[in-house]
């Protein structure tokens, strides 16, 4: 069931994510709107437009989520093997994602401190 959400979720989000479906929208957007007058802009012809949308909103937050998920894992992934493969790279960055907001902000810490000694030796340097 997963495998099969998966695929769907990936082809919906490729669909909806091309040029076409955005002139689509559009489009239906601009014929609802040229309808108002035929329905003398009543609440329920307002009702189908926020219906729809709201509907479409809601279903398209999960696949897009599942996608940027996936994504995410991905990425992190080829991350964690270019770490692991390289020789003299820190491997406790390896799986970043599983430490606590604590643990990160120290890490984002340190790094600033390292990045700030190395603007320091450059400037030091081009004196």
């Given at each position: 069931m997963s495998e099969l959400f998966h695929r769907f979720a990936t082809r919906?989000?490729?669909?909806?994510?091309?040029a076409g479906?955005?002139?689509?929208?559009?489009a239906l957007?601009?014929?609802?709107?040229?309808?108002?007058?035929?329905?003398?802009?009543?609440?329920?012809?307002?009702?189908?437009?926020n219906t729809t949308t709201t509907i479409i909103t809601f279903l398209m937050v999960f696949l897009i989520?599942?996608?940027?998920?996936?994504?995410s894992r991905t990425v992190n992934l080829k991350l964690d093997e270019l770490l692991r493969a390289v020789?003299?790279?820190r491997n406790?960055?390896?799986?970043?994602e599983t430490l606590t907001d604590v643990e990160l902000e120290e890490l984002r810490l340190e790094f600033h401190v390292l990045h700030e000694a190395e603007c320091r030796?450059?400037?030091a340097g081009s004196r």
């Open positions: 919906i989000s490729i669909l909806v994510g091309s479906s955005f002139v689509v929208a559009a957007i601009a014929a609802w709107g040229l309808t108002g007058p035929l329905f003398h802009f009543s609440d329920t012809w307002q009702l189908v437009i989520q599942n996608t940027q998920n996936r994504d020789k003299g790279a406790r960055l390896v799986q970043l030796k450059r400037k």
